[in-house]
């Protein structure tokens, strides 16, 4: 399985970017897929995570202002980001491991479980 992220770039506040992951090789529905983000000098978070049959969860710091989606004709995860702001600024990573739909809807594996099996190489958004 492969994750390449695509799509970040440098916005000012207020604007918007759509985050891209292409997955190759064996991602079915019953994969979770999630987005996190890395800022300098923080630690990893998880933002937003769904499976294609199931609900998406989102941390309460993206919750109205981003939107994670699945493209299954042409293997793409995206992450529709609005409204963006500075503290927003980080290198975003899509990740895909096989979990559960009600796991992977209870935000669980993006909070408490950073040990995904499969991860992109990052996108760098910056929001200034």
């Known amino acids: 399985v492969q994750l390449v992220e695509s799509g970040g770039g440098s916005v000012q506040p207020g604007g918007s970017l759509r985050l891209s992951c292409t997955h190759s090789g064996y991602i079915s529905s019953r994969h979770c897929m999630g987005w996190f983000r890395q800022a300098p000098g923080k630690a990893r978070e998880g933002i937003a995570g769904?499976?294609?049959?199931?609900?998406?969860y989102y941390v309460d710091s993206v919750k109205g202002r981003f939107t994670i989606s699945h493209d299954n004709t042409t293997s793409t995860l995206y992450l529709q980001m609005n409204n963006l702001k500075p503290e927003d600024t980080a290198m975003y990573f899509c990740?895909?491991?096989?979990?559960?739909?009600?796991?992977?809807?209870?935000?669980?594996?993006?909070?408490?479980?950073?040990?995904?099996?499969?991860w992109g190489q990052g996108t760098q958004v910056t929001v200034s």
């Open positions: 769904s499976r294609r049959d199931g609900d998406a």
């Open positions: 990740a895909a491991d096989f979990f559960p739909e009600s796991y992977c809807s209870s935000g669980h594996p993006l909070i408490h479980n950073p040990a995904w099996a499969y």
